[in-house]
């Protein structure tokens, strides 16, 4: 008879299996940490980005801009960094909900289909926001390109 933690590498043994709550306890706050704060650390980065492209703008490009080609891309790279901010601040939204259903109903099946609905739209948040910062992104860094190289 095997016991739990038999098939992992002799000095990978946990010294109790199961984990005792406390142990679990720990495990989902760091994971919901960490989700936490890369939500948050894109929102920054976005936010930073575009905050600077408008700021330094005529900086970034070395003229005036007025005499800038592409501006479509400009303007559709903002557009994008923007719409990566309020993809992740409905991403953390949905999480703010996820663990308000789980509290009030985490057995029920009311709670269920609630969190079911809120996992969907959590994940065409998370993926709106990391696709939408690296179109804007993208879209920048071709606009800074064509400029400085024309």
């Known amino acids: 008879m095997t016991t739990p933690g038999d098939d992992m590498p ?13 142990e679990g306890h720990r495990d989902i706050e760091f994971g919901n940490n960490y989700r936490i704060e890369y939500i948050k650390h894109l929102v920054s980065i ?4 575009f905050v600077f492209t408008v700021a330094f ?7 005036p801009i007025a005499g800038v080609i592409g501006k479509p891309l400009l303007i559709a790279g903002w ?6 901010i309020i993809a992740g601040i409905f991403h953390l939204r949905c999480w703010g909900a996820y663990y308000i ?10 709670g269920k289909r609630q969190r079911a609905v809120l996992n969907s739209w959590r994940r065409i948040a ?4 990391i696709l939408a ?5 993208i ?12």
Do not use: H
């Not at 976005?46 to 980005?49: R, Y």
């Not at 703008?57 to 003229?63: A, C, E, I, L, N």
């Not at 557009?79 to 990566?84: G, K, Y």
């Not at 998370?126 to 926001?129: A, K, N």
């Open 57 to 63: 703008m005529k900086d970034m490009v070395g003229k």
């Open 101 to 110: 259903a789980w509290g009030l109903y985490w057995n029920q099946p009311k």
């Open 139 to 150: 879209l920048l860094v071709v606009f800074a390109s064509m400029n400085l190289f024309a």
């Open 46 to 49: 976005s936010t930073g980005i």
């Open 10 to 22: 002799p000095g990978e043994r946990r010294e109790k299996e199961p984990w005792t709550r406390e």
């Open 79 to 84: 557009s994008s960094l923007v719409m990566s």
């Open 133 to 137: 910062f690296l179109a804007g992104l």
């Open 126 to 129: 998370e993926s709106t926001q």
